[in-house]
């Protein structure tokens, strides 16, 4: 497996700091403590790139990174952690709401759950946000390395249950950071979109 070059590119925490770049974006998004910045790390076969959180929650800012100098991955801060005050929440949720909105170069989301829950609240109403703004998604089920493949398969089906009248959901995508379990996969993804994103851009 070959280790991807990356380049930190910076942090925002409010839209005027987003980085001006013309090249495809992918956001990682989803839960504090889901595994964002380690899936990064996993990805770009770097042990520390991406800062994993020895607290969850840590990740407060929007990090761009600049991936073999073709794409953007963006790593969104978390949500749902009980320590941070009800002000810095809704700061998250309207940088995280902004974002979507705005981001013009952005050209997939991937949203990580935990494969051992429920479907959580959260979870549902950034899917409903994804969908409200026609942002194509992959739903990134995480930790798989702590369930049986029987229970990984039931909660996919529970998904698509529930999923069943969305529009812009691309694909399921069971991934473990443990035992990379998906990584070749979610490249795979990365590389489709990039080339349907320059399609549409005609570059
Ligand atoms: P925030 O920055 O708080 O939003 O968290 P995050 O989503 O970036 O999560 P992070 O990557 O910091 O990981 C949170 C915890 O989950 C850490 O203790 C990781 O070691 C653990 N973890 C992440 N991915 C996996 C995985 O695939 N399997 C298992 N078993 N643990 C994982
Ligand atoms: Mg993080």
Same mark, same amino acid.
């Given at each position: +497996? ?12 409010? !839209? ?38 020895? /607290? ?9 990174? /600049? ?8 790593? +969104?801060?978390? $949500? ?16 995280? %709401? =902004? ?19 429920? !479907? ?23 930790? %798989? ?11 996919? /089906? ?9 529009? $812009?959901?691309?694909?399921?995508? !069971?991934?473990?950071?443990? %035992?990379?379990?998906?990584? =070749? ?19």
């Amino acid at each position: +497996m070959k280790e991807l070059t990356s380049e930190f590119i910076g942090g925002a925490v409010k !839209p005027e700091q987003f980085p001006e770049i013309n090249l495809p974006e992918f956001a990682f998004s989803g839960r504090s403590n889901v595994g964002k910045s380690s899936l990064l790390n996993t990805i770009l076969l770097r042990k520390n790139f991406a800062q994993v959180s020895s /607290k969850p929650g840590k990740t407060r800012q929007i990090n761009f990174f /600049k991936i073999e100098g073709k794409y953007i991955f963006a790593d +969104m801060p978390g $949500f749902g952690y009980a320590t941070i005050s009800k002000e810095e929440r809704q700061k998250l949720l309207k940088l995280n %709401t =902004d974002y979507f909105k705005l981001r013009q170069n952005l050209a997939l989301v991937f949203l990580l759950v935990d494969s051992r829950l429920e !479907p959580q609240k959260y979870d549902m109403a950034q899917i409903e946000l994804l969908e409200n703004l026609g942002r194509n998604y992959v739903i990134v089920l995480n930790k %798989t390395d702590k369930i049986s493949n029987e229970a990984l398969t039931k909660k996919i /089906k529970e998904y698509e249950f529930l999923l069943q009248y969305c529009n $812009f959901l691309v694909e399921f995508l !069971p991934f473990s950071s443990i %035992t990379r379990k998906g990584r =070749d996969e979610l490249l795979a993804i990365v590389r489709k979109f990039e080339h349907q994103w320059k399609e549409l851009k005609q570059i």
